[in-house]
């Protein structure tokens, strides 16, 4: 089970961080990930990192201003977003990648497991 925290509404500029907590420890081979869907569009991928090497990916619409980190001791996954934008408005999920190459990294159909989202409204 994956549970999101940390949405909310900021003002263009500003910054927020979510969090996600797994309910079992992510094993080595996994891959954890953001995904969002804004409103009226497609889920679309944000980034993810490599449980056990910390390697991080971005899409390119959110490079150099998310940072997606984890806390292996809390089995805890983290997003901070800075410089927040209108676009960037959309419900953000957190989701699992098992046994995830680097060739597939992000795919949404290879995901097992989704949390239930939280909202992040960002006004201009």
């Known amino acids: 089970q994956l549970v999101e925290s940390g949405g909310g509404l900021v003002q263009a500029g500003g910054s927020l961080r979510l969090s996600c907590i797994s309910s079992r420890r992510p094993s080595s081979s996994d891959a954890m990930a953001w995904f969002r869907q804004p409103p009226g569009k497609e889920r679309e991928f944000v980034a993810i990192?490599?449980?056990?090497?910390?390697?991080?990916y971005y899409a390119d619409s959110v490079k150099g201003r998310f940072t997606i980190s984890r806390d292996n001791s809390k089995n805890t996954l983290y997003l901070q977003m800075n410089s927040l934008k209108p676009e960037d408005t959309a419900v953000y999920y957190c989701a699992r990648q098992p046994r995830a190459i680097l060739s597939s990294l992000g795919r949404a159909d290879l995901i097992d497991r989704w949390g239930q989202g939280t909202q992040v409204t960002v006004s201009s």
């Open positions: 990192i490599r449980w056990s090497s910390g390697h991080t």
